[in-house]
């Protein structure tokens, strides 16, 4: 919560302007970002830490692009996430594809009959194996102190 500007949020809270331009709130029952952020100005967010709707922001940007504050939902509802995931309450589905972007460098695998049904051109080459590479370069260098 610390990483949270509660002056903005106070702000944010009297505003409520990006709430009609964010794909989520206008398409998924329930998601509202307005009732995170009062409770977070309560000091109450911890109830939200087990919430589905703080996985529900698509982290389109939208919200950021219209913000005069240019604060935008976006952060209340990324930091909700960084909490629930140092607390270990990350849902099993997204757990899943994190794991398997970390091990493979993929979400998920393209499936071509239905990329041919949309007339989409066939997938490009993922970068997995690039992925896999940095991501070993970075392990070394955190425990290389000389890096
Ligand atoms: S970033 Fe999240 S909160 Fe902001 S408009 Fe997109 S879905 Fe909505
Ligand atoms: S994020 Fe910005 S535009 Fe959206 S409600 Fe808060 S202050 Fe208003």
Redesign the pocket.
Known sequence: MESLNFKLLEQCSKCGA?YH?????LNLEG?D?RAVIKDVLAGQHEKWLSHKSIW?????????EICFQHY???N??AAMRTLAAKKGMTPPQVKRGWDMFIKTGKLGEPVAPARKKLNLPEAAKSGAEDFKKMVKIYREAKTNPNF
């Not at 331009?21 to 709130?25: E, F, K, Q, W």
């Not at 529900?56 to 950021?64: D, G, K, S, V, Y």
């Open positions: 990006c331009i964010c794909p989520s709130c998601y970002p529900q922001c698509l982290e389109c940007h939208h919200c950021l935008g939902f976006e209340t509802m």
